[in-house]
C-alpha cells in the first residue's frame, strides 16, 4: 500500500540506538542500564528513550514481591534530554550504538514499542538474569529485524552469574555480600553468550561484534557508536566502614578467645550463645523465604543447612540451661555447611559464623564431659 510505503520512507531520517549507561553509586543502578533512543533528525521530530526499567519503589509489598519473584517492571517513554540530563546529574556516562537498520526495521521496532507502550502491554514480570531491562532490549531488537542477528563468539569465557556481580560491585562489598547470601549453588554455573548478556557492558560489547545475515549478505548491527552523555565526577555515598569479611573476622576472633576462657575455666557463656543463635537465625530469613521465590537462581542454596529459623526454636530451651539436643544438631549442621562450602560460593566471611556455632557446639558436648 501506498501509505506503508511512505511510513517507511519517513524512517529514512530516523535513528534508532542502543543506550548503555554506566553505573553509578544507588543500589539499583550498581550494574549499568540499557535503555533504546528513538530520534527523527528532522526539525521537531521525536527525540526519546525507552526505558524498560521503570517500577515504583512505593508500590504496596515492593520488597516482598521482589523478594518473592514477583516484581513488575514497566517500559516508559521518556524525551531524551530528560534522560541525559539524569545520568549527567550522576556523573555517569552514557555509550550510544547507532543500530544499523533498514527503514523498514526501523518502522517495525517503531511500532513494537508503541503497541509495548500501550495499557496492558507495558508491564512484565521482571527477572534480575533473565528478563530485565537489558534482555527486553535486545530482545524487541531482535525482533524487527529481518535477518538473523549473528553474535561472534567469546571463546573460554564462561563466568557464572555470581562471578558477574562480583565484577560490578568490588566497591560495593556488602551489596555483593547481600547477593551471595540470597544466591543459591544455581547462580555458580558456567553462562553462555545469551545468559551473559543481562549485563548491559555485556550487551553492548556482544553488539559492537555482531552481523546480521540477510539474503546472503552480512551488514554489522551496529552503524556507530559515539557517547551520548560524557562521564563525570560520581559522588560516593560512604558506606559502613568495615567490610562483610572484617566484621567476620572480628566475631571469630571474638569467638576463639571466648572459647578459650570457657574451655580453661569449664564454663559456658550463654549471652555468647544466645547472640550466635540469633545471628544465625537473622540470616536465615531470607534463605527460609527464598525457598518459595520465584527466581531461579535462589531456591538451591546450601547455606540454608546452618543459617535458617530453627535456631530461635531452641533459644528458651539454651537460655534456661535445660537439657537439649540443640548442640548436638548443630555441630552436624556446621560441619555439613562447611563441606557444602566445597560446591557453593558462599557470602564473604559467612564461614565464620559456621566456626563460631561449631566451637560453642564443642564445649556444649565435650567440655562439660571432662
Excluded at 549527567?88 to 518502522?107: A, C, I, Y
Excluded at 556481580?165 to 547470601?181: K, Q
Excluded at 520465584?294 to 531452641?314: G, K, M, S
Aim: charged share 20%; net charge neutral.
Amino acid at each position: 500500500p501506498v501509505e506503508a510505503q511512505q511510513d517507511t520512507l519517513r524512517m529514512d531520517s530516523v535513528e534508532i540506538s542502543l543506550l548503555t549507561c554506566q553505573p553509578h553509586d544507588e543500589v539499583y543502578s550498581l550494574y549499568g542500564h540499557t535503555a533504546i533512543r528513538y530520534h527523527d533528525l528532522r526539525k521537531g521530530g521525536l527525540d526519546v528513550a525507552f526505558n524498560y526499567g521503570v517500577f515504583d519503589f512505593h508500590k504496596p509489598f515492593f520488597v516482598v514481591r521482589f523478594v518473592f519473584g514477583l516484581t513488575d517492571y514497566e517500559l516508559g517513554a521518556f524525551p531524551f534530554r530528560m534522560f541525559k540530563e539524569e545520568y549527567r546529574r550522576f556523573g555517569s556516562m552514557v555509550t550510544e550504538q547507532v543500530l544499523n537498520l533498514t527503514d523498514e526495521e526501523k518502522l517495525m521496532l517503531q511500532q513494537a514499542l508503541a503497541l509495548n507502550m500501550q495499557d496492558g502491554n507495558r508491564v512484565y514480570r521482571y527477572n534480575y538474569f533473565y528478563n530485565n531491562c537489558t534482555t527486553k532490549a535486545r530482545d524487541i531488537i531482535e525482533q524487527n529485524i529481518k535477518g538473523k542477528v549473528n553474535y561472534q563468539p567469546k571463546e573460554d569465557y564462561t563466568p557464572s552469574f555470581r562471578e558477574m556481580i562480583h565484577e560490578m560491585t568490588p566497591n560495593n562489598p556488602w551489596s555483593a555480600f547481600g547477593n551471595d547470601l540470597l544466591l543459591g549453588i544455581l547462580a555458580d554455573r558456567p553462562t553462555d553468550m545469551r545468559q551473559q548478556e543481562f549485563l548491559p557492558y555485556n550487551l553492548l560489547y556482544d553488539f559492537d561484534h555482531a552481523t546480521i545475515y540477510q539474503d546472503g549478505t552480512y551488514r554489522p548491527l551496529v552503524k556507530e557508536r559515539r557517547i551520548a552523555v560524557p562521564g563525570g565526577v560520581q559522588l560516593v555515598k560512604e558506606g559502613f566502614p568495615l567490610s562483610p569479611m572484617a566484621c567476620m573476622t572480628i566475631l571469630l576472633v571474638l569467638a576463639l578467645i571466648l572459647f578459650a576462657t570457657e574451655w580453661k575455666k569449664r564454663t559456658i557463656f550463654v549471652a555468647w550463645d544466645i547472640l550466635l543463635m540469633v545471628l544465625a537465625g537473622i540470616f536465615g530469613i531470607p534463605l527460609f523465604l527464598m525457598l518459595f521465590s520465584q527466581h531461579p537462581t535462589v531456591n538451591l542454596n546450601l547455606q540454608i543447612i546452618l543459617l535458617n529459623p530453627i535456631h530461635w526454636f531452641f533459644l528458651r530451651s539454651v537460655i534456661k540451661g535445660k537439657k537439649t539436643r540443640y548442640w548436638h544438631i548443630t555441630f552436624v549442621l556446621c560441619v555439613l555447611f562447611l563441606i557444602g562450602g566445597l560446591f557453593q560460593h558462599y557470602a564473604e566471611g559467612i564461614q565464620s559464623l559456621a566456626l563460631c556455632l561449631l566451637l560453642q557446639s564443642i564445649l556444649h558436648l565435650f567440655c562439660k564431659q571432662q
